[in-house]
């Protein structure tokens, strides 16, 4: 079976497959480099980035890769603007955007001729997006790791949005093999975006622990917590969030205003930059429904390759 060719303004990958934005640090230069070079669209998570560090990131990933790079960014976190101007500056082929909706991006990406991909979970969202200019969607399920913006599944949004919109639709929420794209594909999707399985790569920069404790994962493992952005997280069970659930863990003495509003229940940033630096205790381990599906930490390029090959011989 052949894969379907996806379309993002004028921009072709080789592949339909774009790796999620994983924040904090987890996409860095390495693995969208990485993605790009096998032909699907690499990611960098910009939220929790500072502007000049964001900057040296796009230049690092441009550097080892002639594929395509765009960011991901949290309309929520309290730099947005400084950001998207940063990587729109420094020609960034694409930018994706979720965890809120702004409409002064639209804009912005137009002027700057930069294609426009917004997250979005219902069909009016996807409508709104396309009216406003966006260049494509990505169609989020309930599976999807991180901030959720919707209870209901991919399979059950994505064919709704399909049916609303003539831009591409792009499925997210639980993508991890070849099974999940020919379901995606099957219900209309133009393209997928995939989190957890390129965080379980080897180029993904999460420390050992954490890459260890994706392959350790099971199902009855995953859980929701409440997040300071003001949306539900899905995550792995840890010490931290058997906290979180019990209303165990301290609200921050401290805060450096990283987000424009916040419940400060706890301190995001800390609780993922420790998981991201190998803390499994008192990290917040982001991850999707199926991450039990992964069994082993590969090459990215490596994962785009299988997933290619085993598409091929449907």
């Known amino acids: 079976m052949r894969l379907p060719e996806l379309k993002i303004g004028n921009l072709r990958p080789k ?15 390495n693995l969208a480099a990485a993605v790009g070079n096998a032909g699907g669209i690499g990611l960098i998570a910009a939220s929790g980035m500072g502007v000049e560090e964001l900057r040296e990131e796009i230049r ?29 500056e420094e020609k960034i082929d694409l930018i994706v955007q979720g965890a809120g909706f702004s409409r002064e991006i639209f804009r912005w990406c137009e002027e700057a001729k930069t294609p426009f991909v917004s997250i979005v979970s219902s069909p009016k969202l996807a409508k709104i997006a396309e009216d406003l200019g966006a260049s494509a969607v990505v169609a989020e399920g309930k599976e999807a790791g991180g901030h959720l913006g919707t209870k209901h599944s991919v399979w059950e949004i994505l064919p709704q949005i399909r049916e609303t919109v003539s831009i591409p639709v792009i499925a997210a929420g639980g993508i991890v093999d070849v099974n999940d794209l020919r379901q995606a594909f099957e219900l209309g999707a133009d393209g997928v975006q995939m989190g957890i399985r390129f965080a379980a790569s080897e180029e993904a920069n999460g420390a050992p622990e954490l890459k260890d404790y994706y392959l350790k994962a099971k199902k009855e493992d995953i859980v929701l917590i409440p997040s300071p952005v003001g949306l539900p997280g899905r995550a792995i069970k840890n010490e931290f969030t058997d906290k979180v659930l019990a209303g165990k863990i ?12 916040c419940k400060k229940n706890f301190c995001i940033m800390q609780a993922l930059i420790s998981a991201q630096q190998g803390n499994i205790k008192e990290g917040l381990i982001f991850a999707g429904e199926y991450v039990e599906k992964i069994t082993e930490i590969l090459p990215a390029g490596k994962i785009i390759e299988n997933l290619v090959r085993q598409y091929q011989k449907i």
């Open 60 to 88: 690092l990933a441009r550097q080892k890769s002639r594929g395509i790079i765009g960011i991901n960014i949290m309309y929520a976190v309290s730099r947005f603007k400084e950001l998207v101007f940063t990587a729109l």
């Open 250 to 261: 301290k609200p921050p003495q401290t805060c450096e205003g990283c987000l424009k509003k």
């Open 15 to 29: 592949y339909p497959i774009i790796q999620g934005g994983m924040a904090v640090r987890l996409s860095t230069n």
